[in-house]
């Protein structure tokens, strides 16, 4: 794959996993003004969206990458967010986060992304 196909790769998973968290702030009763998990709004998803999708925009390909300079004596680390066990997609939830607070979680099986789990409940 050339670099420029992994940038987009990159960039379309971002945009991915924005747009579930949209729709899981949405499901959970919020407006896009009400504090998100991650977030000050859930406008702020939008606006991320939206720099993933400006190929002319940098930022986004940082988003996700684990820097390893940091160790726990200068800056504690956030927690590891569970990935999806069907596309590998990062989810919003901690692995730490209780299952019985998750959304689209299956037992037996693990957690799954909104769009996987949507594609499973409707086959």
């Not at 709004?41 to 999708?53: M, R, V």
Request: net charge negative; proline share 2%.
């Amino acid at each position: 794959m050339t670099k420029l196909n992994e940038e987009i790769v990159h960039r379309m998973k971002m945009i991915i996993e924005d747009a579930q968290k949209i729709i899981i702030h949405l499901n959970e009763g919020k407006s896009l003004e009400d504090q998100a998990r991650d977030a000050d709004d859930g406008y702020t998803y939008f606006s991320n969206i939206l720099i993933a999708a400006d190929l002319n925009d940098l930022e986004s390909l940082s988003w996700g990458k684990r820097n390893h300079l940091n160790n726990s004596l200068t800056k504690p680390e956030k927690p590891m967010k569970e990935l999806c066990v069907s596309c590998e997609i990062e989810t919003p939830y901690d692995k730490t986060e209780n299952i019985n607070n998750r959304h689209n979680y299956i037992r037996g099986v693990g957690q799954l992304c909104y769009m996987c789990h949507e594609h499973s409940v409707h086959d």
